[in-house]
């Protein structure tokens, strides 16, 4: 054994897919997982730059294991991902104790890397954005345990919104082969992994061209839903603009397909869309919203929303408002807008200051908590179908979620990790549902 290892991971499935991905080469070059950074000999963080608040998380955790090298000065660091892709040398500049710095583009050459890191001693920076997405490698038993997986379709995005980093770190989409794809589930499955969430910026810009000609989302979709051993199907994230009819009947014909969709809008102002390049309107965003109700009437629809965009005015924010109030989402994930170097809306005049940000989030909030809990009321006395993943955070239940991705625990005696279980619903809160088991 060369040692242990420890991986934080930050931001969003991408980088818990990464990160994933490290770790089995880790543990192929003879390191071994540890949870608690104090005893690791190999630190890696993998970062997010989408906004500054993840960017301030990432340093001062930094902070926290360049203290912990200052007493044990073998350990090495790496930072990883988004931040590493963005600043690449300068970091090593800036922080003398940091031993590598891995961008999106180069999580595949991470062995051969660490191996300079080790056999030469060599400090290295390698943030070419190279368009080749990652290979499979679905090392046999890592997931072993598990019951949810990923699998990254395809890696960056063209879109250019006018307040996203991610174009810039992530580099052009780019879509892997589909049998690699089905072989990464394959995998999975043998595994035990019961669910799978497909990954992608935009994963309805997914394309590949194979023998059988090309293949869209709605196709790989088809085809994933074929692969024996997968009980529910996810995919996120897809982009409004890109929202196919033939991927909105796929709600209807794949059965394993889960009745859930994350749908960002960012703002219920069709000026303030405008500014953000987003190339679709609030009355298009309600279309599309209905038609997905018509074919699926038990699809929970989930979102993304920016308070305080550049020139946002009351108007804009009351429009925003009165759309979440129309739409009624199951649950939306909300932001201020926060200035990113080299993008668009950087450069744009009318920035508001952080009291008029804070107060409409907190407006914003309160409406979505109202919303979300009068939407988990209406399941109480429901009995739903629930996939096991573990003992709840307290440890006295058992907690799982519903096809619609809600939280639901509930007591059980004995051992129901990846059972699909009926729950009857008997009280409703705003991040989960409590209930009892039905059948098992
Ligand atoms: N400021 C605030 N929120 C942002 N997001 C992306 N970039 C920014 C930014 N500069 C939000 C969007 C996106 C989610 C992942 O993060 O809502 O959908
Ligand atoms: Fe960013 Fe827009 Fe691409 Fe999403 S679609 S990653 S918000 S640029």
């Known amino acids: 054994m060369l040692g242990y290892y420890h991986i934080a991971t930050m931001g969003c499935q991408m980088n818990e897919y990464d990160s994933d991905y490290l770790g089995q080469l880790l543990l192929d ?3 071994y997982p540890t949870d608690n950074p104090a005893r690791a000999d190999l630190v890696l963080i993998n970062t997010c730059a989408v906004r500054a608040k993840a960017e301030q998380k ?21 930072m990883v991902g988004c931040i590493a892709q963005k600043e690449g040398e300068r970091l090593l500049k800036r922080f003398p104790e940091l031993d590598l710095v891995l961008g999106t583009g180069e999580i595949e050459r ?4 660490l191996n300079l890191v080790y056999s030469e ?22 997931f072993r345990g598990r019951v949810k997986g990923f699998i990254t379709i395809m890696q960056g995005c063209d879109n ?15 879509s892997r082969p589909t049998r690699d794809i089905l072989a990464e589930a394959e995998n999975l499955v043998s595994q035990g992994i019961k669910e799978i969430t497909l990954l992608g910026q935009n994963v309805n810009s997914y394309r590949s061209v194979e023998d059988a000609g090309t293949i869209d989302f709605p196709a790989l979709l088809r085809r ?15 982009h409004p603009k890109d929202l196919s009819d033939d991927l909105i009947r796929c709600f209807a014909e794949i059965p394993n397909l889960c009745p859930h969709i994350h749908l960002p809008v960012q703002s219920g102002s069709n000026a303030v869309l405008k500014r953000m390049n987003r190339h679709y309107s609030r009355e298009h965003y309600m279309e599309l919203v209905s038609r997905l109700r018509e074919t699926r009437p038990a699809i929970a629809i989930t979102s993304d929303m920016i308070v305080g965009f550049p020139g946002e005015t009351d108007r804009d924010f009351e429009l925003t408002l009165d759309l979440m109030q129309k739409i009624r989402f199951d649950n939306l994930f909300s932001f201020k807008y926060s200035d990113r170097k080299g993008t668009a809306a950087e450069r744009m005049d009318d920035k508001l200051d952080e009291e008029t940000k804070s107060s409409r989030l907190s407006i914003l909030q309160s409406l979505q908590r109202e919303i979300t809990l009068s939407k988990n009321r209406e399941l109480e006395g429901q009995s739903v179908e629930v996939l096991v993943e573990g003992p709840s955070k307290k440890g006295d239940q058992w907690t799982g979620r519903t096809d619609t991705n809600k939280v639901v625990n509930f007591p059980c005696l004995s051992n129901a990790l990846g059972d699909i279980v009926k729950v009857l619903i008997e009280k409703a809160f705003i991040n989960s549902l409590r209930g009892a088991l039905v059948t098992k």
Do not use: N, Q, W
């Open 29 to 31: 070059s003879g390191f």
């Open 58 to 78: 990432a340093f001062s955790l930094l902070g926290r294991i360049i203290a912990l090298k200052k007493r044990k000065p073998h350990v090495k660091i790496a």
């Open 110 to 113: 991470f062995g051969e890397i």
């Open 121 to 142: 001693g060599r400090r290295v920076s390698a943030t070419e954005l190279r368009p080749d997405p990652i290979p499979p490698l679905s090392k046999k038993d890592y």
């Open 160 to 174: 250019f919104c006018s307040y996203c980093i991610v174009p810039y770190v992530r580099g052009r989409e780019i």
């Open 224 to 238: 994933l839903s074929r692969v024996e051993g997968i009980v529910r199907l996810r995919f996120t994230t897809s």
